[in-house]
């Protein structure tokens, strides 16, 4: 049997003492919170049909004379408003026939001492009266009795699994302390030998055999179990110096093999050096590098200057393929980038018929106006801050002399790319990078704003309120709107605002109008 067996049987033997020793105290525990509920329910009830209930106990109770009184409609009466109105608070704690009797036992007792006087005692202490209330005989036994069948169901079913795996002796031994803990079994001990309820001793015993047995046991299947541990490691020693020995005869093998192949083919190269060097030198200048790979593979253990020599010039020639070959692919891949990322619309031909006055100032150079468009929709998407060309437009601002373009992308970023530009490679920024600085335009608005001032000194800004500065995404231009107040040449302080626009690279313009 495994330790971890043994744990797990030590464990449920000490739970089952624990709950014997406690089985008293955990009865007494629930009885009392049984008794507070009970008392709880009938407090409650009665506060509320106290006067009711008052009067009933008077107007049910008929006096027949010579010192006879008939109560029984009261009796009557109480048995239904227990029934009726206090049990269904405590329903839960009403199990068995014996629960229902004292249940009612208990109402009826506390709400006839409630009744007694002539107000509702509302100080009535009801954990004290319920404590004491109910008896708790007989709540520790039936405590035991589900206890007991978890462990007599546990030690049967480990009976089973030793009888199986470790041998009879040990199984049979289990399945007695399973009968012993069944509380059928118990029961007829107790009947026959009362002194072996009374410290559990036949349990007790029962449990020292088992263990002890079956720790001489275990001891036995340790020392077969260790021998065939070491049995098994000396088979794993053996079997892995057999695979050393097979792994050097192989490596052995291998390489016997290599140097007859070597030999063979440096005969072959001897009798036929000329022809193995022509078709080499033929494989390389005609790049049928696959081909050329293959000779100097089967003659790579030859040593010969000619051959040593063909070999560098194929390892060029080869590395010069691959950097080709390498090249055309990123540029095959730059242009199908390219297709799929700048619109069929983006780079319309300029005409006569659509673009007349453009057309006829730069007859001269349409032809490198329409290349310089198609680099600069590269150059933006190569820059990694243009999702997909939108338009490409010569801007207004170009000359004869130096050409300058926009470039607009579908994430709504414009893009100034001069001619200079373009030939130089110089770095690409979008409008709003090259945006002015807020704060340095409101600055930059206020010195205009006084400059255009009547009266510079009696200008008065509206800082907190009345300035604002917003940045316009594709265009990148600044706006700012200043509210001040300033005095005319009679010396009338008036309202205004002031509109400043920065564009990028570009000094700001102003505007200024009365302030409604």
């Given at each position: 049997?495994?330790p971890?067996l043994?744990?797990?049987?030590?464990?449920l033997?000490?739970g089952a003492y624990?709950?014997?020793?406690?089985?008293?105290?955990?009865a007494?525990?629930?009885?009392?919170?049984k008794?507070?509920?009970?008392g709880?329910?009938?407090?409650?009830a009665?506060e509320?049909?106290?006067?009711?209930?008052?009067d009933k106990s008077?107007?049910?109770?008929?006096?027949?004379?010579?010192?006879?009184?008939?109560d029984s409609?009261?009796k009557?009466e109480?048995d239904k408003?227990i029934?009726?109105?206090v049990r269904?608070?405590?329903?839960g704690?009403?199990?068995?026939?014996?629960?229902?009797?004292v249940?009612?036992?208990?109402?009826?007792?506390m709400?006839?001492?409630?009744?007694d006087?002539?107000?509702f005692?509302?100080?009535f202490?009801?954990?004290?009266?319920a404590a004491?209330a109910?008896?708790?005989?007989?709540?520790a036994?039936?405590?035991l009795?589900?206890?007991r069948w978890l462990?007599?169901?546990v030690f049967?079913?480990?009976?089973?699994?030793?009888?199986?795996?470790?041998?009879?002796?040990?199984?049979?031994l289990?399945?007695v302390a399973?009968?012993?803990f069944?509380p059928?079994t118990?029961?007829?001990?107790?009947?026959?030998?009362?002194?072996?309820d009374?410290?559990n001793l036949?349990?007790?015993?029962i449990l020292?055999?088992v263990?002890?047995?079956?720790?001489s046991?275990f001891?036995h299947?340790q020392?077969?179990y260790?021998e065939?541990q070491?049995?098994l490691?000396?088979q794993?020693?053996?079997?892995?110096?057999?695979?050393?020995?097979?792994a050097?005869?192989?490596?052995?093998?291998t390489?016997?093999?290599?140097?007859a192949?070597?030999?063979?083919?440096?005969?072959e190269?001897?009798a036929?050096?000329?022809?193995v060097l022509?078709?080499?030198?033929?494989?390389?200048?005609e790049?049928?590098?696959?081909?050329a790979?293959a000779?100097?593979?089967?003659?790579?253990?030859?040593?010969d200057?000619?051959l040593?020599?063909?070999n560098?010039?194929?390892?060029?020639k080869?590395e010069?393929f691959d950097a080709?070959?390498?090249a055309?692919?990123?540029?095959?891949?730059r242009?199908?980038?390219?297709?799929?990322?700048?619109?069929d619309?983006?780079?319309d031909?300029y005409?006569?018929?659509?673009y007349?006055k453009?057309?006829?100032?730069?007859?001269?150079?349409?032809?490198e106006?329409?290349?310089f468009?198609?680099?600069?929709a590269?150059?933006?998407?190569?820059?990694?801050?243009c999702?997909?060309?939108?338009?490409v437009?010569?801007?207004?601002?170009?000359?004869?002399?130096?050409?300058?373009?926009?470039i607009d992308?579908?994430?709504?970023?414009?893009?100034?790319l001069?001619?200079?530009?373009?030939k130089?490679?110089?770095?690409v920024?979008?409008?709003a990078?090259?945006s002015?600085?807020?704060g340095?335009a409101?600055?930059a608005c206020?010195d205009?704003?006084?400059?255009?001032?009547?009266?510079?000194?009696?200008?008065?800004?509206h800082?907190f309120t009345?300035?604002?500065?917003t940045?316009?995404?594709t265009t990148?231009n600044?706006q700012v709107l200043l509210?001040?107040?300033?005095?005319?040449?009679?010396?009338?302080e008036i309202?205004y605002?002031?509109?400043?626009?920065f564009e990028?690279r570009?000094?700001g313009?102003?505007?200024i109008f009365?302030?409604?």
């Open positions: 049997m495994s971890k043994y744990l797990v049987l030590v464990l033997a000490l624990l709950f014997w020793l406690t089985r008293e105290q955990l007494a525990m629930q009885t009392k919170k008794g507070i509920a009970y709880k329910a009938v407090m409650a009665v509320t049909h106290y006067v009711e209930l008052k008077v107007l049910l109770v008929e006096d027949k004379g010579y010192q006879v009184v008939d409609k009261w009557a109480l408003f029934t009726m109105v269904p608070k405590v329903e704690f009403i199990r068995t026939r014996a629960d229902q009797a249940f009612h036992q208990f109402a009826t007792t709400l006839l001492q409630l009744l006087g002539d107000v005692p509302r100080q202490p009801v954990e004290e009266y004491g109910i008896q708790s005989a007989g709540e036994e039936k405590l009795i589900p206890a462990f007599s169901i049967v079913a480990v009976a089973v699994y030793t009888a199986i795996h470790q041998g009879w002796l040990g199984g049979l289990m399945l399973g009968l012993v069944n059928l118990h029961q007829k001990m107790v009947q026959k030998a009362p002194w072996y009374r410290y036949g349990i007790w015993a020292g055999i263990l002890l047995a079956n720790i046991y001891q299947a020392a077969v260790d065939s070491a049995l490691a000396e794993q020693k053996q079997r892995a110096i057999e695979q050393q020995r097979v050097e005869q192989r490596r052995v093998d390489e016997q093999k290599r140097l192949v070597e030999a063979q083919a440096a005969n190269f001897a036929k050096r000329l022809e022509e078709n080499l030198s033929r494989a390389i200048q790049e049928r590098f696959s081909d790979k000779i100097l593979d089967k003659y790579s253990a030859v040593s200057s000619d040593v020599a063909l560098g010039e194929y390892e060029l080869k010069a080709k070959e390498a055309a692919k990123a540029e095959r891949k242009q199908e980038n390219y297709t799929a990322r700048i619109r619309y983006a780079i031909e005409t006569s018929a659509q007349p453009l057309t006829a100032k730069y007859r001269s150079r349409l032809t106006i329409k290349n468009r198609r680099t600069a590269e150059r933006v998407i190569d820059s990694g801050k999702d997909y060309v939108e338009n437009q010569l801007s207004d601002e170009s000359t004869l002399r130096s050409l300058k373009f926009f992308c579908a994430n709504e970023n414009r893009i100034y001069t001619e200079a530009e373009l130089s490679g110089a770095e920024r979008t409008q990078e090259n002015w600085d807020e340095e409101i600055v206020r205009m704003t006084k400059r255009s001032a009547t009266i510079p000194s009696s200008v008065n800004f800082s009345g300035t604002s500065a940045t316009a995404k990148g600044v509210n001040f107040d300033a005095k005319n040449v009679f010396g009338t309202g605002t002031a509109r400043c626009i990028p570009k000094q313009s102003i505007e009365l302030r409604e």
